[in-house]
């Protein structure tokens, strides 16, 4: 299938822009502007583990001197704080300017936040809330939401998913592709990619931008396509991200 082809799939199903680290199933439209059509490299989701290094936020984790770092988009970035069966909880950087992501839902986790410092702004089901350093937000399962950085400066929120599902492992793959450079102009990974990891990980994350089965399709499409031109591997994708570890590092 050519690229015109490609492309003319992803006007067919609404989709714009598709910038998530962060899934669910299809309700909502959005996005305006056809995404445009990458050339990446290969992408081997068998290598998908994230950075141990040391948080960009010291003053708020100095205590943690090894630390695991997912970047997932280039305005957004976590910290591993907990991960065991039960949960995912990690401190989440928003950075100020981002435009906010697509309308996406979890179809069997819930989340809750705890901003630290900064503005975050929240559309959970239509309706928008602006949450300040204190404010807490719970999301529940399937809920069609959006998060982003509303305010000047550097956002930060404890960021807990439950249960922990095969988060972790999203996150690993996200990281991949940014620490690779396995990226458009825009630093975010292209559609054939996208339509790939969304496919895989529908369990985790799936985008709200059109009719279900219209958009299922459509990513589904797009990731075969990635995957036999040879753009994307992810036939070992299960087992692309550690496991809970005896090292990880947690806080009370």
């Known amino acids: 299938m050519g690229d015109a082809a490609t492309d003319g799939i992803g006007r067919a199903a609404g989709l714009g822009k598709l910038p998530l680290p962060i899934g669910g199933e299809a309700r909502q439209h959005v996005g305006h502007a056809p995404f445009p059509l990458p050339q990446p490299p290969l992408v081997d989701a068998r290598s998908a583990v994230p950075r141990r290094t040391r948080s960009p936020n010291q003053g708020a984790t100095s205590q943690m001197a090894d630390e695991q770092t997912f970047t997932l988009t280039p305005d957004e970035s976590v910290v591993l704080r907990r991960h065991d069966a039960d949960a995912v909880e990690v401190e989440v950087t928003y950075q100020p300017g981002a435009n906010p992501p697509p309308k996406h839902l979890h179809p069997a986790q819930s989340e809750r936040f705890e901003v630290l410092a900064g503005r975050i702004t929240a559309r959970v089901d239509g309706a928008e809330r602006t949450l300040r350093t204190g404010d807490t937000l719970e999301i529940g399962v399937g809920a069609v939401h959006q998060m982003w950085n509303s305010g000047p400066d550097a956002a930060r929120a404890i960021w807990e998913t439950r249960p ?16 690779e450079g396995k990226v458009g102009k825009n630093h975010m990974p292209g559609p054939l990619v996208m339509g790939a990891l969304l496919t895989e990980y529908r369990d985790v994350l799936q985008v709200a931008v059109g009719p279900r089965t219209l958009v299922r399709g459509v990513m589904a499409v797009l990731g075969f396509i ?27």
């Open 164 to 179: 922990a599902g095969r988060t972790l492992e999203w996150f690993g793959q996200l990281d991949r592709l940014q620490r």
């Open 226 to 252: 990635g995957r036999r031109t040879g753009r994307v591997d992810l036939a070992q994708a299960s087992g692309a991200a550690p496991t809970t570890r005896a090292d990880t590092p947690t806080r009370a």
